[in-house]
């Protein structure tokens, strides 16, 4: 979504405001919360694709850093069959795949709770000097 289009539905949602907002009070956080995700996510990808789009790591496979992969199990958008064999040829001075076996592409709404478990656990000792 481009600025222009964003800035209409801003206008929008101003002419609307009463509207929108009894329909927030009546709908409740969890929709607000739903938009501003949906918004969010159209600026990333629309901000983020031309780069991230060309991006081709399956050639890539040696690191000189820790790699760790956090890996929906269900995943369709990331093949995790996919995902496992090129952790299979990573070479790194550390290498961990971490499995989320009740999720698909977004472990951080499927498995909030083992998400935050495995960052503590796992990527904050990486951020200490040794």
């Known amino acids: 979504m481009g600025r222009a289009q964003l800035e209409h539905v801003a206008e929008a ?8 907002g009894e329909t927030l009070g009546r ?5 607000a919360i739903f ?14 694709w031309d ?3 060309k991006v081709n790591l399956t050639g890539e496979t040696n690191f000189k850093c820790p790699v760790l992969i956090f890996q929906g199990r269900h995943d369709l ?10 952790f299979a040829s990573l070479k790194a001075p550390s290498k961990q795949i971490v499995w ?13 709770g083992k998400l935050l478990v495995t ?12």
């Open 100 to 112: 989320f076996e009740h999720s698909a592409h977004m472990v951080y709404e499927e498995e909030p």
């Open 77 to 86: 958008g990331t093949s995790a069959t996919l995902a496992g064999e090129w």
């Open 119 to 130: 960052l503590v656990e796992k990527v904050l000792p990486l951020t200490r000097r040794p």
């Open 35 to 48: 938009v501003a995700d949906l918004f969010a996510q159209g600026f990333s990808i629309q901000a983020m």
């Open 13 to 20: 949602f101003e002419i609307e405001r009463g509207v929108l």
């Open 51 to 53: 780069t991230l789009g």
């Open 27 to 31: 709908v409740g956080r969890d929709f």
